[in-house]
């Protein structure tokens, strides 16, 4: 059976408009949301099932695309490798498996042991009450994993997605 050429570009360019459209709603979900430390879970989530179903290898294979989309589309790649697994960075997981608070590793920063983000989470209410006199601002162990790590992370990764989207569907 042949297909022609112009109608796969289109049925192409329909699917991915669809997923693209689809993940800009989650990343503008995962923005929103206050706790940063979820925020970053719901995100290392959503990039872990786009690289689980193949998408950046299918979005690098697009052919079609101009001069400004395929540096948009390139951007788009290295930020979901950036936010996705890596068993040496914060999204410990393997292939097929959830993200979840156990298996996300935050600190390693100021001093500060790599635990769980479940740990963090946890132990909320005392990382607010610590003081750190070497940090300037909001010296607290809290803000340094929640503020600085986790919603550095999260704004950084999920702007330049959403621009980097916003480019391609135009």
């Given at each position: ?17 669809k ?5 800009k709603?989650?990343?503008?979900k ?7 430390i979820?925020a970053?879970i ?7 099932r ?9 979005l690098?294979s697009?052919?079609?695309l101009?001069?400004d ?8 790649i290295?930020?979901i ?12 997981t393997?292939?097929g ?13 100021f001093?500060?042991w790599?635990?769980p983000?479940?740990?963090w989470?946890k ?16 010296p ?6 929640h503020?600085?790590q986790?919603?550095t992370f999260?704004?950084?990764?999920t702007?330049?997605?959403?621009r980097q989207?916003?480019i391609?569907l135009a």
């Amino acid at each position: 059976m042949f297909i022609h050429k112009k109608f796969y570009s289109m049925f192409e360019k329909r699917r991915l408009k669809k997923r693209l459209q689809a993940f800009k709603l989650e990343l503008q979900k995962v923005y929103a949301i206050d706790n940063k430390i979820e925020a970053l879970i719901k995100l290392f989530n959503e990039v872990s099932r786009l690289q689980d179903e193949d998408f950046p290898q299918e979005l690098a294979s697009v052919r079609w695309l101009s001069r400004d989309k395929r540096k948009a589309r390139g951007s788009l790649i290295i930020e979901i490798k950036i936010a996705g697994r890596n068993m040496y960075k914060m999204n410990r997981t393997k292939k097929g498996e959830t993200v979840t608070a156990d298996n996300v590793f935050l600190g390693d920063l100021f001093g500060l042991w790599t635990k769980p983000a479940s740990y963090w989470l946890k132990n909320e209410t005392s990382l607010k009450a610590t003081h750190r006199p070497d940090i300037k601002g909001n010296p607290t162990e809290w803000y340094l994993i929640h503020d600085y790590q986790c919603g550095t992370f999260v704004k950084d990764r999920t702007e330049s997605m959403l621009r980097q989207i916003d480019i391609l569907l135009a």
